[in-house]
DNA sequence: CTATGGCACGGATT
DNA sequence: AATCCGTGCCATAG
């Protein structure tokens, strides 16, 4: 197809205009669901240039067209047979899911997404228990909570506005922290963590080191510092490790965001966060070979066009605003363009994606196949570098509501660690290092002892000896 | 003596 | 060029 010699960022140009393109596109290939929509807001705040219209319909097959990209329709219909995924970019939709992630067992049926806000979700849960005065408190704490379930209005600014003590907001609020996205209402992370793991406590036993590594090294904890954090508590990094693993497994910092990743940080300003999903793969048919459906989302609902009143305008553009205007102009016809060629190589590498890790996304860890960015650049004639920017930082929502990075989709050892997991479950008695490895070698993964451990750390199992069997 | 964790090296990946 | 990952070797704990 024509687009793909656009793809071939790696290759050597002289005109200055192309290199702003390609300058642009990278960045905003880097770009996730939220900074982009930064990006776009002020874009669109200040360059008269562009506009932003209804989105469009397909002249051939009339339907909706989002995100700046030519019908995904005509263009993907073409290939229909389950292997192939529908790709396509959508406009976002104001869908909270509130999946909170833990349990496993979710299957796509159970995966409907829920049209509610986050207010009304929590209040459907604890409307009953409410007396008729704690009511209005809790409807205007939940209108107060920010964009991750967290309240970040102080307890006494409430208290002070509804005339009641400060016991009574905590009463509420410690009504609201057992609620579904488990946290909900929490001042911090810091206190998010605690709430979910003293909950959680209640039904399982819990190291009470995980205690002590929230409440007294949570600055350590949260900047990635884990050796001083090993430190301050005392303990071995390794334990670190295990408690973090916990921590990552089980507890979310943000409530209203369903994937904290321990992932490495972009800017110093810490790890980076997944938000919202930017791509939802989702299965379309309920068979046994159901097809994939993969959703760009698009953070603005239009498109983004450059306005043509203003290119008409160019003409007889005052002499003074002249040089303004056709800057203007140029910044805005740039700026589609690469909107266009970022959302395309998006939609490629989903496409690829999905067909390449159609099991892993199926049926879960164990088929994930190694695959990495290095071979799929290949395959869509892209320089690696682009695939590492358009992968960078965002995060896929899969059919069975779980929301994983996609960097995911290129772990190498994914499958091998789920072999293992299984196989220390189903174990009878406690297995060892050596046993482990002698199994699966067995099983035709080569592995060597020392690798088991590692993966068993990174899993956060414990030492043969320090387990129990059940 | 056996099972694991720590450190560090080299090759692969990004 | 920087980082990640699998491994081997050695120290230590049990």
Redesign the pocket.
């Known amino acids: 197809m024509s687009q793909q010699t656009h793809l071939t960022y790696h290759k050597p140009s002289h005109r200055p205009l192309a290199t702003a393109h390609l300058a642009q596109t990278m960045s905003l290939l880097e770009m996730n669901n939220q900074e982009l929509l930064e990006k776009l807001e002020g874009e669109l705040a200040n360059n008269p240039a562009l506009e932003l219209i209804e989105d469009q319909h397909c002249p051939t097959c009339n339907r909706k067209i989002y995100g700046n990209l030519p019908c995904p329709q005509c263009s993907f219909s073409s290939s229909s047979n389950f292997d192939s995924p529908i790709v396509y970019v959508s406009s976002q939709h104001e869908t909270y899911t509130p999946k909170y992630r833990g349990s496993d067992a979710i299957t796509p049926e159970d995966f409907s997404p829920t049209i509610e806000d986050l207010p009304t979700y929590v209040l459907g849960q604890i409307g009953s228990e409410l007396t008729p005065e704690e009511r209005p408190i809790t409807a205007y704490i939940l209108t107060h909570l920010d964009e991750d379930g967290l309240l970040r209005t102080p307890k006494v600014e409430i208290a002070l506005y509804h005339h009641i003590s400060i016991s009574m907001v905590d009463k509420i609020l410690s009504k609201l922290h057992r609620c579904d996205p488990i946290g909900v209402g929490a001042q911090n992370p810091q206190e998010a963590l605690l709430v979910q793991l003293k909950i959680l406590n209640e039904s399982q036993e819990i190291d009470p080191l995980v205690f002590k590594a929230i409440s007294e090294g949570f600055t350590e904890l949260s900047k990635h510092h884990y050796k001083s954090l090993a430190k301050s508590l005392n303990i071995?990094?390794?334990?670190v490790?295990v408690i973090l693993k916990f921590i990552n497994n089980n507890l979310n910092p943000y409530p209203a965001r369903t994937y904290w990743g321990d992932v490495?940080h972009r800017t110093e300003s810490g790890p980076v966060r997944y938000h919202n999903p930017d791509v939802y793969i989702s299965c379309y048919g309920n068979g046994e070979e159901p097809q994939l459906l993969v959703e760009i989302i698009w953070p603005i609902s239009g498109t983004l066009r450059v306005n043509p009143a203003f290119q008409k305008a160019l003409g007889q553009a005052p002499p003074e605003k002249n040089d303004q205007w056709n800057s203007d102009y140029q910044k805005a016809n740039l700026l589609v363009k690469c909107l266009g060629q970022r959302n395309h190589t998006i939609v490629q590498l989903m496409l690829k994606l999905a067909k390449k890790q159609r099991k892993f996304i199926l049926k879960g860890d164990k088929h994930s196949k190694p695959l990495?960015?290095?071979?799929l650049s290949e395959e869509l004639e892209v320089h690696?570098?682009t695939i590492?920017r358009a992968v960078?930082g965002k995060s896929v929502q899969l059919p069975n509501g779980k929301i994983i990075p996609i960097s995911k989709f290129?772990?190498?050892?994914l499958h091998?660690r789920t072999v293992m997991k299984e196989i220390i479950e189903n174990e009878t008695t406690?297995?060892?290092?050596?046993?482990i490895a002698e199994i699966l070698i067995e099983e035709g993964y080569?592995?060597?002892?020392?690798?088991v451990?590692?993966?068993?750390?990174m899993e956060g199992i414990?030492?043969?000896?320090l387990r129990k069997n059940s």
């Open positions: 071995s990094i390794k334990k490790k490495r990495t960015r290095a071979k690696e570098s590492s960078a290129f772990d190498r050892s091998i406690p297995l060892s290092d050596t046993r080569n592995i060597a002892r020392r690798t451990a590692k993966y068993r750390s414990l030492p043969a000896h």
